[in-house]
């Protein structure tokens, strides 16, 4: 079955730290994988995503985020955090026109002074 | 990118009355539309796909008599929450796909309903 894990809940990071979000798929053919950013009450908008070619894809924001078939992962990453990154980040996996697009429960970014 | 905007942001209505929301893509045609619900601190469930000219497709467990989807141009879906409960408060996001040839979707700002 399809799948999307993102196995933190919550991370708090200093800002100016580094972050990396973790994010492991499963999916029977080959992914279409994205990261979407929300702010409190607000729609999802996309970070990055991946479809073929490089797997080091750059996104908006300063963020990239590397495709690893072997360990089913698409990690997301970013250098130096900004307190504005403070959100809600969510990986997901899908295919051609977005069809059964399937959301990770979520990690919950902190950042702290 | 391409803009999804959705009315109203956030609504509220009284047990037992009819709550429309809307979801318009402003610059671009979607054939296809997909609602959401998010449930706080929780990631996003899928509802219904919505299709141009056609009636939509409801995942499982989702009321389709309950949870009314028209969409009736390439611009525009409407999510129809009927008869509405407090169990039916929650978040409630539209989002429309790039196309055939890509998977990225664009979503709207969604809607806050609270059933009182």
């Known amino acids: 079955a399809q799948s999307v894990t993102q196995p933190d809940i919550h991370i708090t990071v200093s800002e100016g730290a580094s972050l990396e979000l973790r994010c492991n798929y499963s999916y029977g053919a080959t992914p279409y994988l994205f990261w979407y950013v929300q702010s409190p009450g607000q729609g999802l908008q996309l970070l990055l995503k991946y479809f073929s070619g490089d797997t080091l894809v750059q996104g908006i924001k300063g963020f990239e985020a590397e495709f690893k078939r072997s360990q089913s992962s698409f990690n997301l990453r970013k250098p130096s955090v900004h307190w504005s990154d403070a959100a809600e980040y969510f990986c997901a996996v899908g295919s051609t026109g977005g069809f059964k697009t399937i959301f990770g429960a979520g990690t919950r970014l902190f950042v702290k002074a | 990118g391409a803009v999804v905007s959705q009315h109203p942001s956030r609504v509220i209505c009284k047990s037992g009355t009819s709550v429309k929301i809307e979801c318009r893509s402003l610059d671009f045609q979607a054939t296809t539309m997909f609602w959401y619900r998010q449930f706080p601190k929780q990631s996003l469930m899928l509802m219904a796909t919505s299709n141009e000219g056609s009636k939509a497709t409801y995942e499982q467990g989702v009321e389709k008599d309950k949870f009314l989807i028209n969409h009736a141009s390439l611009t525009l879906s409407t999510l129809t929450v009927t008869s509405a409960h407090p169990e039916d408060s929650s978040f409630y996001i539209c989002?429309?796909?790039?196309?055939?040839?890509?998977?990225?979707?664009?979503f709207g700002e969604g809607s806050r309903l609270t059933v009182l």
């Open positions: 989002s429309a796909s790039g196309g055939l040839m890509t998977g990225e979707l664009f």
